[in-house]
């Protein structure tokens, strides 16, 4: 099952923060609403474990980063 948090489009635009977690690839994605981020996860019962973490580095306006 994907659990994931999405951001809502509103307008004028607002910058949500979303981040997605899929278990079945053990994959993590998300967006700072400009920038996106990518990599593996393992969780346990009081653990979040992120690896392989990759990150765009785009030039984004009126996002307030």
């Given at each position: 099952?994907?659990?994931?948090?999405?951001?809502?489009?509103?307008?004028?635009?607002?910058?949500?923060?979303?981040?997605?977690?899929?278990?079945?690839?053990?994959?993590?994605?998300?967006?700072?609403?400009c920038n996106?981020i990518m990599?593996?996860?393992?969780?346990?019962?009081?653990?979040?474990?992120?690896?392989?973490?990759?990150?765009?580095?785009?030039?984004?306006m009126?996002?307030?980063?």
């Amino acid at each position: 099952a994907n659990k994931s948090v999405k951001s809502q489009f509103l307008y004028p635009p607002l910058y949500i923060p979303s981040i997605q977690f899929d278990e079945a690839t053990k994959r993590v994605s998300g967006s700072d609403g400009c920038n996106r981020i990518m990599g593996s996860y393992t969780a346990g019962t009081d653990t979040l474990q992120l690896s392989q973490l990759a990150t765009t580095r785009m030039a984004c306006m009126n996002n307030n980063n």
